[in-house]
Structure formats: structure tokens, C-alpha cells
């Protein structure tokens, strides 16, 4: 448990002091915290981003995930729920043999969570409710595989191949050109688990098919 005058002392010691999440947490867009931004699961480590710049403020805290600098706003009441990290985060660096035999768990845990009830959620990542980028980040972190946070962000990070080369367990990208927008987990026969929203016709976990014509949900993206 932290409070605002042991942040202070604590940032004033050690300005990139990191803290240990102790329960599931909200990490909201912006200081009102009305929309979620991300949430960081037990264990996840972040920084507070504005504590050695002054005043801390009473309500919402700028803070950031350790693993990929990832930003948020952190309500103050969960400052109950960090502790002191005892040691700083360290990535975990694999090789693709090493990442392959974990691939079918990332499926299976992805089709776990399908069965469970669930609605997308911007911004989810805990469960049981995700958004299409939260559903794979947390599939492969169960399995100790590090993703970026957001779809273009895992479009950036990972090897591009064709189609035609996919296999389960490879992640699949939807959007321009420009920008990807939507991200899925193949599982095989041009088939893919994802999450998507109220509006592309699901709101929630489902699998749906690779195809020129006919699925009206992968159109939409």
C-alpha cells in the first residue's frame, strides 16, 4: 500500500521508482478518467511519469507501464493497491523455437475466454471482457510472451508473412494501409479468434473466417 505522502518520499529518493501492481487496475485516457486507456494485471509494474515534476495531484496520477511505456492515468484511491517493486522490470527476450511450443496455449486461453460471458471493452485486458489487442496480449503474456499494447503496435513488432504461410497461432492484421486497426489469432482453415465491438455485429469473443465475400464482421474492419 502507498499513499500520496509516501509516493512523494518514496519518487524524491528515487525518481524512476517502480511500484508492482497488487490487484487488476483501470489505467484511464486522461485525468477526468471517464474512458479507459489499458488496465495492468497483477504483478505489471509501472512508473509514475509526473512525480518529479511537483506536485502530485490528489485524484488521477500520470503514470506509465513498465514494459512498454505504455501511458495512463491511475486513480489515487489505488495507490492501496501498488507496493515498491523490489527490482526494476527486465524483458524477456525469445526466440521464435523457443515461442512456438506455446502458441496452442495461446489458442486454448484465447477459446477460454470465449466461453466465459464477456462484451468488448475498450481498453481491456484483464477479462473477462478485452478489446481485439488486450485479448492477444494477455493470451501470450499467460504463456510469458511479451506484446506491445495496441494492434498497430503488435503489426509494427512482429515478422510480416503471407497469408498463404499462416499457421495457428500466428496473429492476423485488419486496416489500411496506413494504419492497422483490428488484430485476430489464426487459428487454421482461415478461421480466427478475436474481439470485436458492438458495432462490427458481435460485442465479444467469437471466431469468423478469412473470405473475400460473406463475413460481415472482418468486412468491417
Known sequence: MVSIAQLH????????QEFCCAMNLNLYDAPAMKSLATQAAVGRH???????KGEIPQTAI??????DNYPGWLAAEDLENLTPATAPYRPVTLTRSAIHPHLSQAIAFTQAAMRQPNIYLWGGTV???????GLMQTAFAAQGIWLPRDAYQQEAFVQ???LEEAAPGDLVFFGSPERCTHVGLYLGDRRYIHSSG?????????????AD????VNQTY
Open 62 to 67: 500520470a503514470v506509465e507501464l513498465c514494459e
Open 160 to 162: 510480416t508473412i503471407d
Open 198 to 210: 458492438k458495432s462490427q455485429g458481435r460485442n465479444g469473443i467469437g471466431i469468423d473466417i478469412l
Open 127 to 133: 477479462g473477462p471482457n478485452y478489446d481485439c489487442s
Open 46 to 52: 509501472l512508473r509514475v511519469t509526473d512525480g518529479s
Open 213 to 216: 465475400e460473406g463475413d460481415t
Open 9 to 16: 518520499a518514496l519518487l524524491a529518493a528515487e525518481p524512476h
